[in-house]
């Protein structure tokens, strides 16, 4: 019998985990809303509260839905659908999946049709994630106390450290986006190689040399959209520009990728 990515069975045990978590965010809501009441709180406050976090909600969950969709040609709805709705990241996700795929010899435009793949691609994704989760409440209070004690010394460098450590997560994905890029200027002997297995993993396919162009002119691109939505929601005080930046600029960054591949193959 063929595996099948999107067999029912897979989905109904990603609805039991989805629901279960979406059952722990009303519990706490209703827990939430009784401890504001004991407090004294405004009704008509709380109610705003409520309904101004749902809406803002939906500019991530585009986000996510866009991750899901990118992901689904290899690992169906079911598995990314989990997967970014509960504990992942859409940046972290979509490389963990792309190298397990690499590494079976697959890529993210092919649907896997063995079990062991997607088990394979499953496990990655899980275990990449996971130090987050070991680390977070062992490391956090020694970060935070440090980034206190540096504040009282420095308030200037404490946001100076602050920032380096986002940039160098930042960094991490930089990486690959440009990592092929050196496909531009090794042999003629060497590239040959590469796109003769890129065409063993994707039926076919022909790889060109200006390919490696493709993912740095997207990123170029989602990075200029993104730099224009925060300078008019600076101008016009717009706040929703700021809460979509994000998922405009990556639809305008998958769409453009389309003029960009016919371009440079």
């Not at 409520?50 to 690992?75: E, N, Q, R, Y």
């Not at 993210?108 to 275990?127: D, H, K, P, R």
């Amino acid at each position: 019998m063929n595996f099948n990515v999107n067999h029912p069975l897979i989905f109904v045990m990603v609805a039991i985990i989805i629901l279960v978590v979406i059952g722990q965010s009303v519990f706490f809501l209703i827990k939430a809303v009784k401890r504001a009441k004991e407090k004294g709180m405004d009704m008509s406050i709380i109610k705003k509260t409520i309904s101004s976090s749902a809406i803002f909600t939906i500019a991530p969950a585009i986000s996510i839905l866009i991750g899901v969709v990118a992901l689904s040609k290899s690992l169906g709805v079911a598995l990314p659908w989990l997967r970014l709705s509960v504990i992942g990241s859409l940046s972290y996700e979509s490389v963990a999946a792309e190298r397990a795929l690499e590494a079976l010899g697959l890529s993210t435009g092919t649907t896997i049709t063995l079990a062991s793949a997607f088990v394979t691609v499953a496990w990655v994704m899980t275990l990449g994630i996971l130090i987050g989760l070991i680390l977070t409440p062992i490391l956090t209070k020694k970060i935070q106390s440090g980034m206190k004690t540096l504040e009282k010394k420095d308030k200037r460098w404490r946001d100076i450290f602050q920032d380096a450590m986002f940039m160098g997560m930042i960094s991490a994905f930089l990486g690959f986006v440009f990592c092929d890029i050196t496909n531009l200027f090794i042999s003629d002997q060497a590239f040959a190689k590469i796109a003769e297995k890129f065409a063993a993993n994707n039926d076919g396919a022909i790889l060109t040399r200006t390919a490696s162009l493709i993912p740095v002119l997207v990123f170029f691109s989602s990075a200029v959209v993104m730099a224009i939505l925060g300078i008019l929601s600076k101008k016009t005080k717009a706040r929703w520009l700021t809460d979509y930046a994000l998922p405009i600029s990556l639809v305008v960054g998958m769409a453009l990728a389309i003029p960009f591949t016919m371009w440079l193959g």
